[in-house]
């Protein structure tokens, strides 16, 4: 096992000091997934995400895309228009990441009778 270092080629996630923890912190939050799952879509309106993900409020909507932007998975483009026109698409990382994503949670939905009967015993 190789230590975090100051000069970052790879990330180690098990270091306290990598900083891939915060962006895998935002990636796999409940609401990160999510975001990223519709984004896989395409090109998307704040609205039009908030009426896909069932359950998120705005201010969770709103604080998730910000991470995912800051972290370089998402665009953000603003169009100058009353009333103001915002969009979000993936960037080249944030469609793979969203691809990897995508497969973990298309193996949850088939398994997820098997895994609800293993929760019950």
Known sequence: ??????????????SAQCPS????????????????IVLMKGTKRFSEIRREIDGVSERMLTQ???????????NRKSYNTV???????????GKEAGSRLA???????????????SQKK
């Open 103 to 117: 497969n973990l949670v298309d193996w949850l939905e088939e398994n997820l009778n098997g895994i609800l009967k």
């Open 64 to 74: 998730t895309l910000q991470q995912l932007e800051q972290d370089g998975m998402l």
């Open 21 to 36: 923890r915060e962006i895998l912190q935002h990636l796999t939050n409940r609401w990160g997934v999510l975001v990223m």
């Open 83 to 93: 009333p103001p026109h915002v969009e979000y698409s993936l960037t080249d990382y």
């Open 1 to 14: 096992m190789e230590k975090f270092s100051n000069s970052i080629e790879r990330g180690y996630v098990l």
